[in-house]
């Protein structure tokens, strides 16, 4: 257990559906990331919160949309993906520069098929 | 443009001996330098890590080697154990303007373990 909970663990979802995914860190850190991780492929930062605010968007098509409502909650809006977008999805969070450790913690990930 | 390249792909190493993973990466702004060990279904957990102002770091059977000049890091795992068989990535990072860190990750190690 890192201290990073996502849901759901796993998503079969059709190219017409939306979803969500959530994530939710218990650390007490400000900055809260999505990346994604394809077979064969390194793992893609997408999108970085710092205090709710994004700070990083990595070019990620706009059928991905996040959500930060506070630094604990992060959320990644799904709608109209295409079979390429299936990968596991991770969220990881990190203290800020200047205040501790700069370590990321991923929680376990959400495995997603688009179908 | 991959900026931190890994090596090799796969390893296997008989029980008791050493395990070397390579990385190099280009990006000079780089400032932080994390291993990550990743079991199937699991997120990717923190394993050492390095600031560029120290050459080695040593944790149990786990030790960074690091060559500024070169650009280059590696991971030494001493006594392998069938229990250390799993994915290992390098990483850099560096500090986003506005907040968080921005991890670029190698491809990743597919270390087993053989008895």
């Known amino acids: 257990e890192t201290g990073v909970t996502q849901t759901p663990r796993h998503l079969v979802m059709g190219m017409t559906n939306k979803k969500s995914l959530k994530c939710e860190q218990h650390l007490g850190h400000n900055a809260m990331y999505w990346y994604k991780q394809s077979a064969k492929k390194p793992l893609e930062l997408m999108f970085v919160y710092n205090f709710k605010e994004q700070t990083e968007n990595n070019s990620v098509p706009s059928r991905f949309s996040p959500e930060c409502p506070n630094s604990s909650h992060l959320f990644l809006h799904l709608h109209t993906l295409q079979p390429e977008d299936s990968a596991l999805y991770l969220c990881?969070?990190?203290?800020?520069?200047?205040?501790?450790?700069?370590?990321?913690?991923f929680g376990q990930g959400t495995r997603l098929t688009v179908v | 443009q991959q900026q931190v390249k890994q090596s090799p792909q796969s390893l296997i190493v008989q029980k008791g001996g050493i395990s070397i993973i390579n990385c190099a990466y280009e990006n000079t702004a780089f400032d932080y330098f994390p291993w990550y060990q990743q079991f199937p279904g699991k997120g990717p957990a923190l394993l050492i890590a390095i600031r560029p102002d120290v050459s080695e770091k040593k944790e149990g059977r786990f030790t960074i080697s690091f060559n500024k000049s070169a650009k280059q890091f590696s991971l030494h795992i001493m006594d392998s154990q069938p229990g250390d068989s799993a994915t290992y990535f390098c990483a850099a990072s560096a500090i986003l303007t506005g907040g968080g860190n921005k991890l670029t990750f190698g491809t990743g190690t597919q270390l087993k373990v053989e008895l």
């Open positions: 990881a969070s990190s203290q800020r520069p200047g205040q501790g450790p700069t370590e990321a913690f």
